[in-house]
């Protein structure tokens, strides 16, 4: 009965690193979105997977930001040369089906500082 | 590109007050959910309205859905210092349940 899970819960990169934020969604969720949430603000849509097949990426801020579900369960968000302004909470968010439900059940985010 | 504005930003209220939250959008929705997020937490989901004119209810939460299905309204009465948190409404666009339209928030204290 867990909930969705993230990981790392904080995370500080230096300027230029590359990073990897890991989600695990509830088991069995078919539709995995990630989000970008800048403090005391609405999240942003960046990605939307439908098990494996990442089918919208059109959030996605530049070409340094990369996400895969390879098996259709695990989902990993990978910035590359981080820069200051990518600095912000991301949210990891599950939903049963593809269908007409669509409550997303959400994750607790990883806060990333970029220094 | 569909906007959902929210309205106020920020609230601080004495605990027993009533306040009303509005969400409002010149496109129609075909849903629209209300989620509560509280600090270092992901939002969760308060309620989702689907028909227009619909009315629910969630003890002191009031949650209202326009005629036409291009707002919504949050009303809490007698608020407690635990109803502290982030507001956010979502629509979903109609024939695109993958992605749902965001709105920014509203920040609300409630002070004991």
């Known amino acids: 009965g867990a909930g969705v899970s993230q990981s790392p819960r904080y995370k500080v990169a230096k300027r230029g690193q590359d990073v990897a934020l890991r989600c695990d969604p509830i088991?069995?969720?078919?539709?995995l979105f990630w989000y970008q949430q800048a403090l005391g603000q609405g999240p942003e849509f960046l990605t939307y997977?439908?098990?494996?097949?990442?089918?919208?990426k059109s959030g996605l801020p530049s070409d340094r930001f990369f996400a895969e579900r390879p098996e259709g369960s695990v989902s990993t968000l990978k910035i590359q040369r981080t820069q200051q302004e990518d600095s912000a909470v991301y949210l990891c968010?599950?939903?049963?089906?593809?269908?007409?439900?669509?409550?997303?059940?959400f994750g607790p985010g990883t806060r990333l500082t970029v220094t | 590109t569909q906007l959902l504005e929210q309205s106020p930003q920020f609230l601080s209220i004495q605990e027993g007050e009533n306040l009303t939250v509005y969400c409002n959008s010149s496109?129609?929705?075909?849903?629209l959910q209300w989620y509560r997020q509280e600090p270092g937490e992901g939002p969760v989901l308060l309620v989702t309205?689907?028909?227009g004119g619909e009315v629910k209810k969630l003890k002191r939460l009031t949650f209202q859905f326009g005629d036409a299905r291009k707002d919504s309204s949050l009303h809490i009465t007698a608020a407690q210092p635990g109803d502290t948190g982030l507001y956010l409404c979502?629509?979903?666009?109609?024939?695109?349940?993958?992605?749902?339209?965001w709105g920014l928030g509203t920040s609300l204290a409630v002070n004991p």
């Open positions: 968010a599950s939903r049963p089906t593809s269908g007409a439900s669509y409550e997303q059940y």
């Open positions: 088991s069995g969720h078919v539709s």
């Open positions: 997977f439908q098990n494996e097949a990442q089918l919208d």
């Open positions: 496109s129609v929705f075909s849903s």
């Open positions: 309205v689907v028909t």
């Open positions: 979502a629509g979903a666009e109609i024939g695109n349940n993958r992605k749902l339209i």
